[in-house]
């Protein structure tokens, strides 16, 4: 029986789709002039095909010489330094052999960077982090620029790897496309004791080899991070709208499923090209209604922040015209249904025993939650990922996920919430827009007003913690940290200091034009603060002593100063000039500094996401 979709997310859906026509129509049409019914590399002269066949050896020279059957591009973001990316270098043999056994012919197009945020953290590295996803989006279209291709595999997991990949492909929008992950590592350390040795060490109660012992058993094997920050939330996101195999996300690397999946992956790509009778370009899969079912599924596991700037970045992409606005709608009417690090003690595979993926799908669409009517990669219509990936007897198929949660402390039904609203919410005021995450800050903490401190760097933060002038009711203050400052650094590594501040029961709240990850916890942050203070917001224009407002209830963020004293104030400070943002690869994206558009619009340098925004000077 079909269920009515709920009304706050069918007003939403119609507004964005209504807002986003022209763009969208203009979009689709480019799409569908691309697209081809034969085998793309049929239209190169002979030169130009040659080179495309002369590495190759055996059938896949042969394949790819005549083209006649369909040419699946893989593009990877392997390396032996991430432990969530290293498992991939073993896919790109797996997808060709079954390629083949599909009647295809898969290549490696090309590789794209991955930086670690986990390596980068606090260190001058983190600067480039968010414009790698600018990067791996130019990297993907060089992979997919030589006419080559029918189809792509997008091998991926982390933070601003996926949206890179994704924002890459939808500019190919006219090609199937299908994300592989490459699943979690082994739980470790219990994430409670992580944190707890973090903040002794913060406070100087532990050592560094303390530290270093906590950590290395949390982090520990190939695979993902298994607490629920950026790198999950990207995989949870992608599979509830439609962009992986059904239960593909979390199945742990090494394992024969893996594999099984990976291999199904290759083969249902060969399926959905344009040369088969099932044809699912991207551009079709990611529209309005799955961009909604993107937001909804982020909201009701409270994950990631940086989704509000990448789900923004992709639905522009695709023409589509996502709002903060949109996001705060939407949290209104979507209930909080999962507890996983940092917004509760249990860990990805916690949530996977409990259910799910699949068991979230069902509550969602069961609730009228989620658009059941869209296409995926796996086929038409969203109840095909009710259902989870098995082996049975070395044969892959799919079954019935559970009905019911395995562990209510971890996932819980619709109609029983960990809260009746999303664990994202904006925020207004005198200070612009922000965002803050709530679902791991206790309803006591959601207030705070007190004097500000403020700062343009976090090492000046850790500073202030140490030398015991943080001892106080106070509201942080961290700017020059957006986008056009310095690259909109993530500042979680401020989260074991401030957590002590707050242990010693002061209430303390961090304000910032900064990012603060999906490993934010249980500190009130106001982040992604916009217009930023390089752009001239009012964040610039805060002094110590000020008192700040946060109040997550309300969704206000403001600084108690009249308004006439306000706007008779200069900015305090300046961003670094170019001359001085250099060293560790900085100077080298200075372009993209000076290019970027606001937290709001997805932070993206490929131009404005809505047709009325006027870029700064």
């Avoid at 980068?120 to 990297?139: D, H, K, N, W, Y």
């Avoid at 249990?346 to 009517?373: C, K, P, R, T, Y």
């Avoid at 403020?454 to 850790?462: N, R, S």
């Avoid at 305090?572 to 993209?592: I, K, N, Q, Y």
């Amino acid at each position: 029986m079909s269920v009515p979709l709920n009304p706050v997310v069918a007003e939403v859906t119609a507004r964005i789709a209504t807002r986003s026509a022209a763009t969208r129509s203009a979009y689709l049409s480019r799409m569908a002039a691309a697209a081809t019914p034969r085998p793309m590399r049929a239209g190169l002269g002979c030169s130009n095909l040659a080179h495309g066949f002369a590495a190759c050896a055996g059938p896949d020279r042969l394949a790819v010489k005549g083209a006649s059957v369909p040419g699946v591009a893989i593009v990877s973001a392997y390396n032996d330094m991430l432990s969530a990316h290293q498992p991939f270098l073993e896919f790109p043999a797996w997808i060709k052999d079954a390629t083949r056994q599909a009647g295809g012919v898969a290549q490696f197009a090309g590789g794209v960077p991955a930086m670690c945020d986990g390596i980068t953290q606090g260190r001058p590295g983190m600067e480039l982090s968010l414009f790698s996803r600018e990067v791996i989006a130019m990297a993907t279209g060089v992979a997919l620029a030589h006419d080559m291709f029918d189809g792509a595999l997008l091998l991926g997991v982390c933070d601003k790897i996926v949206p890179g990949l994704l924002i890459g492909a939808l500019a190919f929008g006219h090609l199937p496309t299908i994300l592989v992950p490459a699943g979690p590592m082994a739980s470790g350390l219990p994430n409670a004791e992580k944190a707890r040795v973090r903040q002794a060490f913060a406070e100087g109660k532990a050592s560094r080899d303390d530290l270093l012992a906590a950590e290395s058993a949390s982090y520990h094997s190939p695979g993902t991070c298994t607490f629920y920050g950026t790198a999950n939330s990207n995989q949870l996101v992608v599979e509830v709208m439609g962009l992986h195999l059904p239960g593909a996300s979390f199945i742990p690397p090494g394992t024969p499923l893996r594999r099984a999946v990976t291999e199904a992956a290759a083969r249902r790509v060969v399926e959905i090209t344009a040369q088969g009778d099932q044809y699912t370009p991207i551009a079709q899969v990611v529209d309005e209604k799955s961009v909604v079912n993107g937001v909804i599924a982020l909201l009701a596991t409270g994950g990631s922040t940086n989704h509000t700037l990448h789900l923004v970045a992709i639905a522009a992409a695709a023409g589509i015209q996502l709002t903060w606005d949109d996001f705060s709608d939407l949290s209104a009417a979507v209930p909080l249904l999962t507890r996983v690090y940092p917004n509760g003690t249990a860990d990805i595979n916690h949530f996977v025993a409990a259910g799910g993926v699949q068991l979230l799908i069902s509550e969602l669409l069961d609730a009228g939650l989620l658009h059941a009517d869209v296409s995926t990669v796996a086929g038409p219509g969203l109840d095909r990922y009710r259902q989870e990936p098995v082996l049975d007897n070395g044969v892959l198929r799919w079954r019935d996920g559970l009905s019911q949660s395995g562990d209510l402390d971890v996932l819980r039904p619709f109609a029983d919430p960990f809260a009746p609203d999303g664990g994202l919410r904006m925020l207004t005021g005198n200070l612009g827009r922000a965002v803050v995450k709530v679902s791991a800050v206790a309803a006591e903490h959601r207030v705070v007003e007190a004097p500000a401190r403020v700062f343009t760097t976090q090492e000046a933060v850790v500073e202030a913690f140490r030398a015991g002038e943080l001892d106080r009711d106070v509201v942080i203050v961290l700017r020059q940290q957006g986008p056009r400052a310095n690259g909109m650094p993530e500042l979680h590594g401020l989260t074991p200091s401030l957590s002590a501040v707050m242990s010693r029961g002061y209430r303390v709240a961090l304000v910032t034009d900064g990012r603060m990850s999906g490993a934010s916890g249980k500190i009130p942050a106001a982040i992604h603060c916009t217009p930023e203070a390089a752009a001239g917001g009012p964040i610039a224009l805060i002094h110590d002593g000020d008192l700040v407002r946060l109040d997550a209830e309300a969704g206000r963020v403001d600084v108690l100063v009249d308004a006439d004293v306000l706007a008779a104030r200069l900015p305090v400070d300046a961003p670094p000039l170019d001359s001085e943002w250099t060293g560790t690869g900085r100077d080298l994206f200075a372009a993209l500094r000076r290019s970027v558009g606001p937290a709001d619009h997805g932070a993206s340098v490929f131009g404005p996401a809505f047709p009325d925004l006027v870029p700064a000077s």
